[in-house]
C-alpha cells in the first residue's frame, strides 16, 4: 500500500457496484447523488463497472444515466451518454457446450447474458429471485441453445459454491474464454481478453485521460484488471485478499459503511 492518495488530478471515478459502492441492501448512500452532483461540477466523470446487466445499472442510476459511463457485463458492453462504444462478444456456437455443461451442475443454473436481454430457461423461484437484482430485461425461453442475440457472457448462478462446485468443470475452457469467480455465488464466463481492465482502457483512450488521473474501486476477483488501469486503485476494507494486494490503496470503510461515498465526498468538497 502506499501513502496518503493524491486526489487533485483525479478526472475519472469508476467504481464497481455490488460489495463496493452499495452497501448489503444493494442500496447508494443517502447523498450519493448530491455528491455526483459536485464530482460533476468539477468536471470529473463518474462511472460504475459491474457484472451487472447495462438495463439495470441504467435503472439504478436513473437520474443521471444520460451523462454516465457504464462498463457493464464485467467490461463486454460499454456506454458512454447512451451510445453503445465497446461490444465484446462469445459466438452462439461457442457457448453451446457452456451452456449443456452447466445444465449437468447441481444446485446452479445458467444465464446467458446477450445486447438485448438476460436469457433464463428455469424458473425456480429461488434463482429467479437473483436474477431479478441485477437484470432489468430478462426473457425465459425453453431452450438457451436457440436463442438469437448477441452473446456477451454465460453466467452460472451457483448456490453451492462457484469456486468447488462451478469453476473445476469449466477450466479446460479457459483456453480461449474467461472463467472468473465474480462473487460469491457467481461464475462469469467471457470471451478471452475482456474485462473491466480492458473496457477501461480503451475509455481512457477515447476521453484521453491518464492512469494518474483515474480512480477506481473494487472488491472481488472480477476487479482484478480494473485495478491495474489506475494509479489510485482502491480496494474496499471488505475485498477479496488478491484484490488487497492488486491495489494502491484501501478503503477505511466497507460497503457496509458507504466506504466509497466517504471517499468521493471528500473529493466533492475539497
Avoid at 457472457?153 to 468447488?164: G, Q
Avoid at 482484478?224 to 471488505?238: P, Q, R, T
Amino acid at each position: 500500500m502506499l501513502e496518503t492518495p493524491d486526489f487533485s488530478k483525479v478526472k475519472l471515478i469508476v467504481s464497481d457496484l455490488d460489495g463496493t459502492l452499495l452497501n448489503e441492501n444493494k442500496e447508494l448512500s443517502s447523498d450519493f447523488f448530491e455528491i455526483e452532483q459536485r464530482l460533476y461540477d468539477k468536471g470529473i466523470v463518474f462511472a460504475v463497472a459491474s457484472g451487472r446487466q447495462f438495463y439495470n445499472m441504467k435503472n439504478l442510476f436513473a437520474p443521471i444515466a444520460h451523462r454516465m459511463l457504464f462498463i457493464a457485463e464485467n467490461g463486454t458492453y460499454v456506454s458512454q451518454k447512451d451510445e453503445l462504444i465497446h461490444l465484446e462478444t462469445i459466438p452462439m456456437q461457442r457457448c453451446i457446450p457452456l451452456i449443456q455443461k452447466a445444465r449437468k451442475l447441481e444446485n446452479a443454473y445458467t444465464i446467458v447474458c446477450a445486447k438485448n436481454a438476460a436469457y433464463i430457461e428455469s424458473r425456480a423461484e429461488v434463482f429467479v429471485h437473483e436474477v431479478n437484482k441485477y437484470y432489468a430485461k430478462v426473457e425465459i425461453v425453453d431452450d438457451l441453445t436457440l436463442i438469437q442475440d448477441d452473446v456477451l457472457k454465460v453466467t452460472i448462478c451457483d448456490f453451492t459454491n462457484p469456486n468447488t462446485n462451478s469453476f473445476p468443470h469449466f477450466k479446460d475452457d479457459m483456453i480461449d474464454l474467461n472463467v472468473v469467480v465474480s462473487g460469491i455465488i457467481w461464475l462469469d464466463i467471457s470471451i478471452k481478453g475482456a474485462n473491466k481492465g480492458k473496457a477501461l482502457n480503451k475509455v481512457q483512450h477515447i476521453m484521453g485521460i491518464q492512469k494518474y488521473e483515474t480512480m477506481v474501486f473494487g472488491d472481488y476477483l472480477n476487479d482484478l484488471e480494473l485495478m491495474k488501469e489506475a494509479e489510485l486503485s482502491f480496494a474496499m476494507k471488505n475485498a477479496h485478499p488478491l484484490i488487497v494486494e492488486a491495489a494502491n490503496y484501501q478503503t477505511q470503510l466497507s460497503n457496509a459503511e458507504h466506504g466509497v461515498s466517504d471517499i468521493l465526498r471528500k473529493i466533492a468538497l475539497a
